[in-house]
Nanobody, 127 residues
């Protein structure tokens, strides 16, 4: 089992930056693909970014491509999301998630493939 704890959310002005971090428990972190999703009230999880187990491949939603960067450290058991050029529409609760089964195709971007989720961290971007 994996426990995930996000940090780094907050209030930022449009155009600013935030770095989210997710710390994972357990010795098997490197066996999980990791993803970031976000959610606004009344809506389902929206895929943001994902990274493969080795960290060699990354995937992004079109809405954040070129502005967000996902990275992981398999020694420290962390996955980060660097968010630049933030827009008000990026306002959401951001969740870190771990997947045992995601591998290829569009599985990295689908929340049903993720087995463990953090509690979320709020990001508010003011205009």
């Amino acid at each position: 089992q994996v426990q995930l704890v996000e940090s780094g959310g907050g209030l930022v002005q449009a155009g600013g930056s935030l770095r989210l971090s997710c710390a994972a428990s357990g010795r098997t972190f490197s066996t999980y693909a990791m993803g970031w999703f976000r959610q606004t009230p009344g809506k389902e999880h929206e895929f943001v970014a994902a990274i493969t187990r080795s960290g060699r491949s990354t995937y992004y939603a079109d809405s954040v491509k070129g502005r967000f960067t996902i990275s992981r450290d398999n020694i420290k058991n962390t996955v980060d999301l660097q968010m630049n050029s933030l827009k008000p529409e990026d306002t959401a609760v951001y969740y870190c998630a771990a997947s045992r089964s995601a591998a290829g195709g569009n599985s990295y971007s689908r929340d049903i493939f993720y087995d463990y989720w953090g509690q979320g961290t709020q990001v508010i971007v003011s205009s």
